[in-house]
Nanobody, 127 residues
């Protein structure tokens, strides 16, 4: 069973930055679809950003375009989410999810396409 661990969450003021990390127990970053989701209190889980597969294709939620960047370091088997210009509405628990191809759900990084999830890391944006 693949283990996925997120880290890097914390409390930051509006306009600040955080970088989240996602590391798996096996080598996955070079060919898995890997996604970041988040869930705010009282709201449904939503996609933030993802690699649709092991290539460079990425997707971003409209609400984070231009502020967040997903990247990966295959040598470290780690995927990052750089979050800049943070807003209060970015507050939530951020989850990393991974799954090998193929899946019809990966083209849009639909959560139904992922079977390995981390425990989540809390991000709080508050003054």
């Amino acid at each position: 069973q693949l283990q996925v661990v997120e880290s890097g969450g914390g409390v930051v003021q509006p306009g600040g930055s955080l970088r989240l990390s996602c590391t798996a127990s096996q080598r996955t970053t070079h060919y898995y679809s890997i996604a970041w989701f988040r869930q705010a209190p009282g709201r449904d889980r939503e996609l933030v950003a993802c690699f649709t597969s092991g290539d460079r294709n990425t997707l971003y939620a409209d609400s984070v375009k231009g502020r967040f960047t997903i990247s990966r370091d295959n040598a470290k088997n780690t995927v990052y989410l750089q979050m800049n210009s943070l807003k209060s509405e970015d507050t939530g628990v951020y989850y990393c999810a991974q799954s090998p191809p193929p899946s019809i759900f990966h083209a849009q990084c639909d959560s139904r396409g992922y079977d390995s999830w981390g425990q989540g890391t809390q991000v709080t944006v508050s003054s």
